[in-house]
């Protein structure tokens, strides 16, 4: 299914975000294995995109799109985007910790589950809350979000 063109701005930003997630997964498994010369800079790389391009995305999500959603009298979206909450969240808190821990490009738990967090909640995401929000949005509550989203240059 084609997504509606007001939410593929947001669909682009987690191809970029699913990248890095791949990466992350194989620095940690590389370390892991003892190869710790592959991949040496998923991790910086990672921690150099995340508060610019992946805190805009997560702030135009929460600002544009959430809102509009939140009034809506369905089970199925109410759930997705509780669950969306709260992975920004866990993003926010991964990414601090990741941020915060002692040569971060070594260490695997913190690496894995910020790699986790990314994948499931961009999956959960494209497969549940924007089809939900196709779903129950009409075409100028759609057209509004197209163009506020602009400001955010996601």
Do not use: C
Request: proline content about 5%; overall charge negative.
């Amino acid at each position: 299914m084609e997504r509606h063109e007001a939410l593929r701005p947001f669909s682009r930003g987690h191809q970029q975000v699913l990248i890095h997630a791949r990466d992350l997964r194989w620095r940690a498994t590389y370390v892991e294995r003892g190869d710790s010369d592959l991949a040496p800079h998923a991790v910086s790389d990672f921690l150099a995109f995340a508060p610019e391009h992946l805190e805009r995305h997560l702030t135009a999500e929460e600002r544009v799109l959430f809102p509009r959603l939140e009034s809506r009298d369905d089970a199925e979206l109410s759930a997705a985007l509780e669950r969306a909450k709260t992975a920004h969240t866990d993003i926010r808190a991964a990414l601090t910790t990741l941020a915060g821990v002692d040569d971060p490009a070594t260490n695997v738990p913190a690496i894995r589950r910020m790699a986790t967090l990314l994948d499931d909640h961009i999956r959960d995401e494209e497969r549940a809350l924007f089809p939900a929000a196709e779903r129950v949005l009409g075409a100028d509550e759609l057209a509004a979000i197209d163009a506020a989203i602009d400001d955010y240059a996601i």
